[in-house]
């Protein structure tokens, strides 16, 4: 169920802004990243052991939406066995253990992360199996073998989570408080193990040193930017419970709400077992008060900091579950009291994990912007000898988002503007001077980009890219020899058609651009028509789309032809001339002086889905 639950759909969004950093450059070369001074593993504040996995894995599996996150998905579903032997350890029933790891695969929040190429999923499975190691350690019963085994599972367990994320460090010193509050006499071996952990921690010390200096900050919040309780909510349901998301007015009361029930839950265990309440209690309060010391200083509060202590918020729930279940089944009384919990556990837990799961599958949540659809889009429109300009995603650096830069892959170069110290203006007047066509990705810092395009140049399309992208097409006031793909040389009234061009996908709900370029000026009255003429219509019309006004003569004419509505198949491009007053069509003259007709055909293409 976890496996199917990570995998169905992995490849089916285009990669975040953030995944795409990680595939661009977690994935590069280690010597790249480790390069001294400037290496991304000086800068990024992730361990040397997500940049060598990401780097293995992009080596043997490629690059691919599917193949990069796949690392989180799979290797998220150790948490499975690694919840089952934790309930079964700590609680002595492995009907917990077994409906632990039911939650762990059914977590909105572990499957959201396992579809994300970066590190937090790893983490969170990672960190699981440790806790389970040193639960064996912690509570051990009398007579076991294999301690030496366990000790030393334990050990490299806790380096492998500490090498996922940093953060794993909080988790640990819940691991020595445990072990000196419930088991002081195993405290020396545990001092011991952490020694040895300690030496393999080197590499990994000497680069938190060298970021403790970086300056980084963070791109979150403070610790006053968020709710320990939205968080705790955000940590077991996920980022698509309606209500939880950060920014939603009722994410407060909700959330307050939804941890009371897990402290309800949480209070019955610690009861039944002191030891999986005080490791689980530790596990949740420790964690956090670390995260917010640390947030004094960085803007790193944020529930994905602390999904390390996802196991401290499924175990009391896999409890509830099993003991209701006992209730259930039991006779009178029982049976009758288990009507409470079942109707906690069904508006705490079931409804709020169903409304996650059922907002994150659905078809109107979107993990990031269409890049999908900006790709085939400027694949589509984009020749090489135009230009594109693009925003910065950070307009104090003028770095650009990273997804823009995995995505896009040419065939025309592009510019970043505004960026910082450039003269904007200059700029767009040397890309319409030395461009057929310029393209704009409208975005937020684009305004100024904009304002001067329009100033300098000709506005010739305004189309959606996608679900999310607007794209604009400007060009420069002189005509461009190359502008005409295909030259003509139709005569009508003193008005001379020199050529025309088509651009734009041809696919169903997109929108073409026909340019006519104009020789002479039109007698007053004349009307263009541009038309897309395919098989019957219900009604009996073949006339899909049309575009009717005045020539623009002499000059560039631009005519859309809106493809919204039109089925897939083959199509006319067709063109002609008629009197606005009676709608009468124009003869059209070759330059031979043959007649043409009243229209003539510019092209056949094919409208796909």
């Known amino acids: 169920m ?43 504040p992730h361990p040397l052991g997500v940049y060598f996995a990401f780097f293995a894995w992009k080596t043997f599996v490629g690059d691919s939406e599917f193949a990069m996150r796949a690392l989180s998905a799979l290797v998220n579903l150790l948490g499975v066995p690694a919840m089952y032997a934790l309930g079964r350890r700590l609680c002595r029933d492995g009907r917990i253990g077994l409906a632990g790891a039911l939650l762990w695969a059914l977590a909105p929040n572990l499957i959201w992360h396992s579809q994300d190429a970066r590190d937090y999923a790893l983490w969170a499975a990672l960190s699981a199996v440790s806790l389970w190691l040193f639960a064996r350690l912690l509570v051990r019963p009398a007579g076991s073998r294999g301690r030496r085994a366990d000790a030393a599972l334990y050990a490299l367990a806790t380096l492998a989570a500490l090498y996922a994320f940093f953060l794993e460090i909080f988790v640990v010193v819940v691991h020595g408080l445990a072990m000196t509050l419930l088991r002081r006499e195993r405290l020396r071996l545990w001092l011991g193990l952490m020694l040895a ?70 209070a019955w265990m610690a009861r039944a077992h002191q030891a999986a309440g005080a ?14 010391l640390a947030a004094m200083r960085m803007d790193v509060f944020g529930p994905r900091y ?10 009391p729930w896999a409890f509830a579950l099993v003991r209701t279940w006992d209730m259930l089944n039991a006779p009178g009384r029982a049976r009758r009291l288990a009507l409470a919990p079942v109707a906690l556990i069904t508006v705490a837990l079931i409804v709020p994990g169903a409304a996650s799961l ?19 889009y400027l694949a589509a429109v984009v020749r090489p000898d135009d230009g594109l300009i693009v925003s910065p995603a950070d307009a104090q650096t003028g770095a650009l988002d990273p997804a823009f830069e995995y995505y896009y ?57 996608g679900r999310s992208f607007l794209v604009r097409q400007y060009r420069s006031h002189a005509i461009k020899a190359g502008e005409i793909d295909a030259p003509l040389a139709l005569t009508a009234r003193g008005v001379r058609l020199r050529g025309y061009a088509i651009s734009g996908p041809h696919r169903t709900g997109a929108a073409l651009t026909v340019l006519l370029f104009w020789e002479g000026s039109a007698p007053p009255g004349l009307t263009t028509f541009v038309h897309l003429i395919g098989p019957p219509r219900p009604d009996g019309s073949p006339l899909w789309a049309q575009d009717d ?60 889905e």
Do not use: C
Request: aromatic share 8%; glycine share 12%; no cysteine.
């Open 2 to 44: 976890a496996a199917a639950l990570r995998l169905i759909g992995l490849g089916a969004h285009p990669l975040r802004g953030d995944e795409a950093f990680a595939v661009r450059y977690w994935a590069q070369s280690p010597i790249l990243t480790l390069a001294p001074g400037d290496g991304l593993a000086w800068r990024e």
């Open 549 to 608: 006004h005045p020539p623009a003569a002499p000059g560039r004419d631009v005519y859309r032809l809106d493809l919204r509505g039109v089925p897939a198949g083959a199509y006319r491009v067709e063109i002609g001339l008629y009197e606005s007053n009676t709608g009468q069509r124009i003869p059209l003259d070759a330059e031979s002086g043959t007649p043409a007709g009243d229209s003539v055909l510019l092209a056949t293409l094919v409208v796909t």
């Open 279 to 292: 490791l689980v209690g530790l596990l949740l309060v420790v964690p956090l008060g670390l995260l917010a």
């Open 306 to 315: 602390l999904i390390g202590a996802t196991p401290a918020l499924l175990l």
């Open 358 to 376: 059922a907002r994150y599958w659905s078809a109107d949540y979107h993990k990031s912007p269409d890049w999908f659809g900006l790709r085939d």
């Open 197 to 266: 952990v300690a030496i393999g921690l080197l590499p990994w010390a000497g680069q938190a040193a060298a970021l403790a200096g970086s300056g980084y900050r963070g791109a979150l919040t403070d610790a006053t930017g968020d709710s320990p309780w939205r968080m705790a909510a955000a940590l077991l349901y996920g980022e698509t419970l309606p209500g939880v998301t950060e920014g939603e007015d009722q994410s407060a009361w909700l959330a307050a709400a939804l941890l009371g029930a897990y402290l309800v839950v949480f």
């Open 409 to 465: 892959r040419g065939p025309a170069p592009y510019l970043v503007l505004p960026y910082p110290g450039a003269d904007t203006s200059a700029h767009v007047v040397q890309e319409l001077a030395a461009r057929r066509a310029v393209w704009l990705v409208v975005s937020g810092a684009s305004g100024e980009v904009d304002a001067a395009l329009r100033a300098q140049g000709v506005l010739i399309s305004d189309e959606g890219a």
